[in-house]
């Protein structure tokens, strides 16, 4: 069920008994990572509370469709965007009705006909309603609109009658939702990215830095949560949006980049250090702006550097680590100086990058480059950095998987 693992699920509850097992679902879908937004008819109210359902969820409860205040927030259309699936849960009869004729006369009817994520229901009524011919044929139609149809079970129902219609059981209805998301390469795995460059302090003003722009991470993270991952970027300063999906940490110098790795280390299946990290910084961070001379044009400014800790290497050099992929910055013999970082970073992989060409590397939106192992090299050659992350994750989660088995369900 790792399959859920940062989904958006759109549940939508209409107005049926079986309404008050929603509030199991939510907790199952959110206990396998999804992130849940609710959406109730006014007949589900009246079975069960929003309150109830927002606790839950953890986020707020939609109900209308011409509620201003709510639009504000996240608008119809942005909501209907937002899911990866939507599960209509419980599905009453009119609800399928509805849907079937593509009406859409309230905020999840209008939902369900805007949304371009797959479509779920899972039916709940009488007996006698959901074997009525009308009811059997909206479904027909609904399936024919590539709808999928959790049930109904058989049994024993709320108003004494025996037959089709009791609702799955959340158990169950969790267990299909999951199975719209296929495995992909890194579901269930946890991803720590670090990105960007770092600022070492000089004065209150001044700082040494490099040319990093992040962009490189960022494609990373992006190319991770695409495969299936939860990512956490610990980003240095850049000047880039933050991904769909992905949980950043912003820092500014390397030492601060090294604590929140640590803090963030938790649980991490594959650690990437991407980030342009200073070698040095100031031995001492100056209270005050240094005043220059304006009488000595000979002036001099002496600034004693230190060693910043080495992140990758103290990820690398954990007790329980996780599989760890260097980059290698190099302007000359790139390969050689990459496979020797990766021997003396004690690396799984590292990714030599030549950043003597302006057109690559550092800032620019292409790259060309190579990922070394011990018993492996694979050139990639020049593209846009989007395309060069998916292709860099395809092999890290390769080999991850080759050491250490298949992906989680
Ligand atoms: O951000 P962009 O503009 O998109 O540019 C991308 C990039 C050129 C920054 C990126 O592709 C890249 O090559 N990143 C590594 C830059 C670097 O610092 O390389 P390095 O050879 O100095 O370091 C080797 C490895 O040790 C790297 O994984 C680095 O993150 C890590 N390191 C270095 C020093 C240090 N104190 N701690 C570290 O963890």
Redesign the pocket.
Known sequence: MQRLNNKRVLLGVSGGIAAYKSAELIRLLSKQGADVRVVMTKGACEFITPLTLQALSGNPVHLDLLDAKAEAGMGHIELARWADVILVAPATANIIAQMANGQAGDLLTTLCLATSAPTCIAPAMNQGMYLDEATQTNIELLREKDVRVFGPADGTQACGDVGPGRMLEPEQLAEHVADVFSRELLTGRKVLI????TQEAIDPVRYIS??????????LATAAVEAGASVTLVSGP?NLPTPDRINRVDILS?RE??QAVHDNMKGTDIF????????YRPAEIMKDKIKKNPDDPSETLEIKLV?????????ADLKERPFV??????TQNVLG??AD?LRR?K?DL??A?D?SDDEI????DN?E?TVLGDDFEEPMSRAS?TVLARKIVKVVAQRFESENGTGKE
């Open positions: 670090t990105g960007g460059p490099n040319h990093s722009s992040g962009k490189m991470a960022f494609a850049v390397a980049m090294h990437i250090g991407c980030a342009a990290v200073c070698d060693k910043n800790p080495d992140i990758v290497s103290s990820v992929v260097g980059f290698a910055a190099e100086y990459a970082k970073k690396l590292i990714v990058n950043v590397g550092f800032s620019s790259n480059i950095k």
